[in-house]
Structures are given as structure tokens and as C-alpha cells.
């Protein structure tokens, strides 16, 4: 059974940082894809950023590209969210979610496996 545990989520001043992590078990995950995903109050979850596990590809929505970085370590089976210059607009409860298939795709519906999700705040 695939598990996955968001973590690193807080309250940050506009212009801050953070690093999300999500720990993923229950398998090997290559041949994976892993994405990030959030979710303001009374809007849908959007796509935020994926990467390929066996591959590394990455791709991002065009609202984070530049201040976001995904990656993911194998050997401990995390992936993670670097989260700079924070804007109040990325408030949002943000998901992990998993997969199966190398292919990167934005749509929640595609993606397998989520996590409980972590709040991110940002303050003005």
C-alpha cells in the first residue's frame, strides 16, 4: 500500500521560503511520476509541479516556474518543494500525490495516491 506524508508547511512572511517534503512507502517508486498540488478555500486543487521519478523531468505551473523547485531523493524515498519568494496568493493546503507512469501530467484525476496534505500560510 502506497503511502505518502507531506510535511514543512507554516506560516511565512511574503518573500519567504519553505521546503515542503513528501515521504512516499509501500513500494520503489520508479517508474513513478510524484507531483505537488494545492488547494485554496472554496477553489479547485491545481497543479503546482511534478518530476519523473526514474527521469528527473520536471515540470511546473506557469504561476510557480522560477520560484518553485521540485526534486526528489531516492535513497530515502522523498520528494520535496522548494518554495521561494512566497507571495500571499500560495496560501494553500498543498498535496503530494503519485502516479504510475514515466508521462508528466497536470490533471488530478490522472494522479493515484495522496497525501493528507500541509498548510502553507503567507502572510502580506
Known amino acids: 500500500q502506497v503511502q505518502l506524508v507531506e510535511s514543512g508547511g507554516g506560516l511565512v512572511q511574503s518573500g519567504g521560503s519553505l521546503r515542503l517534503s513528501c515521504a512516499a512507502s509501500?513500494?520503489?517508486?520508479?517508474?513513478?511520476?510524484m507531483g505537488w498540488f494545492r488547494q485554496a478555500p472554496g477553489k479547485e486543487r491545481d497543479f503546482v509541479a511534478a518530476?519523473?521519478?526514474?527521469?528527473?523531468?520536471?515540470y511546473y505551473a506557469d504561476s510557480v516556474k522560477g520560484r518553485f523547485t521540485i526534486s526528489r531523493h531516492n535513497a530515502r524515498n522523498t520528494v520535496y518543494l522548494q518554495m521561494n519568494s512566497l507571495k500571499p496568493e500560495d496560501t494553500a493546503v498543498y498535496y503530494c500525490a503519485a502516479r504510475v507512469g514515466n508521462a508528466i501530467v497536470i490533471v488530478t484525476t490522472l494522479y493515484d495516491y495522496w497525501g493528507q496534505g500541509t498548510q502553507v500560510t503567507v502572510s502580506s
Open positions: 518530476i519523473s521519478w526514474t527521469s528527473g523531468s520536471t
Open positions: 509501500g513500494r520503489t517508486f520508479s517508474g513513478y511520476t
